[in-house]
């Protein structure tokens, strides 16, 4: 397991500038409903990101209440641990696949409720130097944890083009995951593909498609997605979190796009039938127009929720 961030960290001037652009958290009203929060109840959110959330669970917790709040990007955690303090907040560098260690070392052996709101937060993809936008001429990273080795670049310059292929079918549900890939590989044979907009520009070229949204969108997602192991991550934290739940604790999951979405329906659909979860969304729930008015970036959130029996 990843160290906790160090209370001495200088915050970059960003981190300080970030909550003029913080939205509301997506579907607050909604997860506050799912996990029900009681008073002196364990709550863990597995992506705190900003504090949104987290800082929502915390108002409804009493005295003896705790929030255990787990994210993979040291600033984001810096920035939450400026926001919410400390008191009953305990904050965690680490990933999905190490929350039951994380927990371990808290001498906390069971939770209430469990959250994770999944993706990109907007800070990171306001923040242009970590690689997330295709709006960027950032160098191509793409990494959640800026201490993980592997970056976009890598996966970009290094893997085969079958490789390459792959995770734009898998990761993208990119119809133009051959062409793509095979621009790459050509394209790398004469110079290296160091910068976003310089995928974004050979993408475009290579699908030549229009519409509403940007056509490298697609490449970008499984691109981070693979950096990032996000679905193996999924699949771990969601089996995490089955087994230190409690008794009628609460589980609830905020998808951004059809895959995570249908790694969440498939897990709790699987252990409905195995008669360890209660479905308490038969369909996920979406934002309402005013919501997705107000906060653009919720336009594609889905919730789903789960109880454990």
């Given at each position: 397991m990843e160290n906790e961030t160090s209370h001495t960290s200088p915050f970059p001037i960003s981190i300080h500038s970030a909550i003029e652009t913080i939205h509301t958290p997506v579907l607050m009203k909604?997860?506050?409903?799912?996990?029900?929060?009681?008073?002196?109840?364990?709550?863990?959110?597995?992506?705190?990101?900003?504090?949104?959330?987290a800082k929502e669970i915390i108002a409804r917790l009493g005295v003896h209440g705790k929030l255990i709040g787990i994210d993979r990007d040291a600033d984001a955690l810096r920035f939450a641990r400026e926001r919410l303090g400390n008191g009953r907040v305990?904050?965690?560098?680490?990933?999905?696949?190490?929350?039951?260690?994380?927990?371990?070392n808290l001498n906390v052996t069971e939770a209430d409720g469990v959250l994770f709101d999944l993706g990109v937060s907007m800070f990171q993809f306001k923040e242009l130097k970590r690689g997330f936008s295709f709006l960027s001429d950032a160098p191509l990273d793409m990494r959640?944890?800026?201490?993980?080795?592997?970056?976009?670049w890598d996966l970009v310059?290094?893997?085969?083009?079958?490789?390459?292929?792959?995770?734009?079918?898998?990761?993208?549900?990119?119809?133009?995951?051959?062409?793509?890939?095979?621009?790459?590989?050509?394209?790398?044979?004469?110079?290296?593909i160091d910068s976003c907009a310089s995928l974004a520009d050979l993408v475009q070229r290579a699908c030549r498609r229009r519409g509403r949204t940007h056509p490298a969108t697609r490449t970008f997602q499984a691109f981070r997605i693979?950096?990032?192991k996000e679905i193996d991550e999924l699949e771990d934290g969601l089996k995490s979190a089955l087994n230190i739940l409690k008794i009628k604790g609460r589980l609830c999951v905020i998808s951004y796009h059809s895959i995570e979405d249908r790694v969440v329906k498939t897990f709790v659909r699987d252990n409905s039938r195995r008669g360890l979860l209660k479905m308490l969304t038969k369909k996920p729930i979406a934002p309402h127009f005013d919501e997705m008015r107000k906060n653009r970036s919720s336009r594609s959130a889905k919730l789903r929720g789960a109880e454990k029996l």
């Open positions: 909604n997860v506050m409903e799912l996990l029900a929060v009681k008073e002196d109840g364990t709550y863990i959110d597995a992506t705190v990101g900003l504090g949104g959330h305990w904050l965690r560098k680490g990933k999905f696949s190490h929350l039951e260690e994380i927990l371990r959640m944890d800026t201490a993980q080795e592997v970056t976009a310059n290094r893997s085969p083009e079958k490789e390459i292929e792959r995770i734009l079918r898998e990761y993208g549900e990119e119809p133009y995951a051959r062409k793509i890939a095979r621009a790459i590989v050509v394209e790398r044979q004469k110079t290296s693979e950096v990032n």
